[in-house]
């Protein structure tokens, strides 16, 4: 009866151990869909963005062009001035679209983008690369005994 009964809690625990690994699977599973999904959320919100620049590019670039044009029909000189210090506006602020307004808000949406590492991971780089520093210490340790080694042997 003994038996019985610690083989039937080994079966139970085992059991239970097999829930958790699959509930932990499932909360890694569902953790993963929830940052592709805001990666890709993220990431047409950028593509709006960048559309609606480009719309707003093309336009100062046409009203440019107009200006141009407006700059060659006209004979005044003082005239000929005011629409080039306008062109040359255009021209920075077409330069400026999606520039400067915008660099915090990428940053912010960039952010939203990087996966940062679970403690597990960080556990395991952290020893992948202790254990690569021992390494490549004892072996240069290694080559420097045997360079003593051959210097002692020919003194």
């Given at each position: 009866?003994?038996?019985?009964?610690?083989?039937?809690?080994?079966?139970?625990?085992k059991e239970e151990k097999n829930e958790e690994k699959k509930q932990k699977s499932e909360a890694k599973l569902a953790a993963k869909e929830e940052a592709k999904l805001a990666k890709?959320?993220?990431?047409?919100?950028?593509?709006?963005?960048?559309?609606?620049?480009?719309?707003?590019?093309?336009?100062?670039?046409?009203?440019?062009?107009?200006?141009?044009?407006?700059?060659?029909?006209?004979?005044?000189?003082?005239?000929?001035?005011?629409?080039?210090?306008?062109?040359?506006?255009?021209?920075?602020?077409?330069?400026?679209?999606?520039?400067?307004?915008?660099?915090?808000?990428?940053?912010?949406?960039?952010?939203?983008?990087?996966?940062?590492?679970?403690?597990?991971?960080?556990?395991?780089?952290?020893?992948?690369?202790?254990?690569?520093?021992?390494?490549?210490?004892?072996?240069?340790?290694?080559?420097?005994?045997?360079?003593?080694?051959?210097?002692?042997?020919?003194?």
């Amino acid at each position: 009866m003994a038996k019985k009964d610690t083989v039937t809690k080994v079966k139970v625990t085992k059991e239970e151990k097999n829930e958790e690994k699959k509930q932990k699977s499932e909360a890694k599973l569902a953790a993963k869909e929830e940052a592709k999904l805001a990666k890709q959320q993220a990431l047409e919100e950028l593509k709006k963005e960048k559309e609606a620049n480009k719309k707003k590019k093309e336009e100062l670039a046409k009203e440019i062009k107009e200006l141009k044009q407006e700059v060659k029909s006209t004979k005044e000189k003082s005239k000929k001035k005011e629409l080039k210090k306008q062109i040359k506006d255009k021209t920075e602020e077409r330069k400026d679209i999606g520039a400067r307004d915008n660099y915090f808000r990428d940053v912010r949406k960039e952010m939203k983008l990087v996966r940062f590492p679970n403690a597990q991971e960080v556990t395991k780089y952290s020893l992948a690369a202790l254990i690569f520093v021992l390494f490549f210490a004892a072996f240069f340790f290694g080559i420097d005994v045997l360079f003593a080694l051959v210097k002692g042997l020919f003194n």
